[in-house]
Structures are given as C-alpha cells and as structure tokens.
T-cell receptor
Framework: EIVMTQSPATLSVSPGERATLSCRASQSVSSNLAWYQQKPGQAPRILIHGALTRATGIPARFSGSASGTEFTLTISSLQSEDFAVYYC?????????FGGGTKVEIK | EVQLVESGGGLVQPGGSLRLSCAASGFTFSTYAMTWVRQTPGKGLEWVSAISGSGDGTFYADSVKGRFTISRDTSKNTLYLQMNSLRVDDTAVYYCAKGRQYYFGSGVGDYYCMDVWGQGTTVTVSS
C-alpha cells in the first residue's frame, strides 16, 4: 500500500499570506496525485489533478508542484474562503490512498 | 451540471445490510469510473470501492472486501454499494465520486481521482 504523508497537520496563516502544504508518497505515484479541499459539513472538492493541473473553476491562486515523491500545494494569497482541510490522494495503484490532511486555520 | 446524489444511509444493527445509491446526472455515466469514499466523523477520507468506466473492473479496500459489492445500472444512471455484514467501524459518511478519463490511441482510460462528489449519506452501525 502506498502511504501518503501530509505535513504539517495544522497550518496557521494570516489572510493574504502564502500557504505551502506538503504531501509525500512512500513510493512513486508518477503524476497521479490529486489535491482536495474540504470545508466543515461539506463534501471534498477537487483542486488539482495530475499533480499540476487545476480543476475546472479553481482559482489561479492554487497551484500544485512535484519533485519525485514530494508534492506541494501552494495557495499564493489566502482568502477567507480558503480556510479548510486539504487532502492529497494517489491514484496510481490499489488501494487508492489519501493523506491524513492539513488543516489551514486563521492565524 | 454534473451532479451526484447519494441515498440509502441510515441506522443498522451490526451484522445487518444496507444498499447505498448514487444517482448521477449531467454526464455520460456509462463511460466514467466511479468510486465510493467514506469519512468517519472528525477523521480523514478512506477509499472504499471503485468500478471502472467499462464496468468490467471492480476494486475494494481490504477492510470491506467480501462484504461490500459495487455495481452500476447504466439504464438508471445509478451507482450502488451493497453493504453486508456491517460492523460498528463501518459507521461513516459515504460519498460517491466521479472519476476522470484520458485518451490514448483509439482507447479511453480511467483516472481514479474524484472530480465530482456527492453530498454524502450517513451510515450508522450500532446496536
């Protein structure tokens, strides 16, 4: 099983600041990596697929990058609506696996 | 608009059964891979099961293998999850989600990321 490890567990950021979230895979997942945002009481929403590609309708302040088995989600300037929990997921092999999540909270 | 609507959740005793449904609209349901993902209150996301776009392939997490069955009825644009021998630790919100496709040569492949999610249905297993 491919283990996805997200860090940090909680990130405290002020509105307008940059947030950098990390996700590490225990083995290669190629570019089969997605990022999701989940707000309280809501279903997750896809932000990034293919490690780098923003999903339809996702603002340009969200960007994904990759280096080997290390993946990063960057939110360039946090807006109030961006405070949420973020998950990464690999879809290169079975079972599909998610990271434990990073909560982005207001500093 | 692409939409997924789950139903069928509820309270069931340990050892009981439930069938979840996910009604799909706004896309060609018969050609897309679909997945079920669950979330325990206050916890993270756990993949449960998936079915390929062609419907020929089904996949299960070890925790549900042999107890849950995923299926689809393309005439009704509906995805199902039959859950038998339910356990207390199956208690969760269950989401269905739509996959993505990629094209190669004359073929179409499945990406098992989840680009549209339903609102979820709650399953509670308790005596």
């Amino acid at each position: 099983e491919i283990v996805m490890t997200q860090s940090p567990a909680t990130l405290s950021v002020s509105p307008g600041e940059r947030a950098t979230l990390s996700c590490r895979a225990s083995q290669s997942v190629s570019s089969n990596l997605a990022w999701y945002q989940q707000k309280p009481g809501q279903a997750p929403r896809i932000l990034i697929h293919g490690a780098l590609t923003r999903a339809t309708g996702i603002p340009a302040r969200f960007s994904g990058s990759a280096s080997g088995t290390e993946f990063t989600l960057t939110i360039s300037s946090l807006q109030s609506e961006d405070f949420a929990v973020y998950y990464c997921q690999q879809y290169t092999d079975w079972p599909l696996t998610f990271g434990g999540g990073t909560k982005v909270e207001i500093k | 608009e692409v939409q997924l609507v789950e139903s069928g959740g509820g309270l069931v005793q340990p050892g009981g059964s439930l069938r979840l449904s996910c009604a799909a609209s706004g896309f060609t349901f018969s050609t897309y891979a679909m997945t079920w993902v669950r979330q325990t209150p206050g916890k993270g996301l756990e993949w449960v099961s998936a079915i390929s776009g062609s419907g020929d392939g089904t996949f299960y997490a070890d925790s549900v293998k042999g107890r849950f069955t995923i299926s689809r009825d393309t005439s009704k644009n509906t995805l199902y999850l039959q859950m038998n021998s339910l356990r207390v630790d199956d208690t969760a919100v269950y989401y269905c989600a739509k996959g993505r496709q990629y094209y190669f040569g004359s073929g179409v492949g499945d990406y098992y990321c989840m680009d549209v999610w339903g609102q979820g249905t709650t399953v509670t297993v308790s005596s």
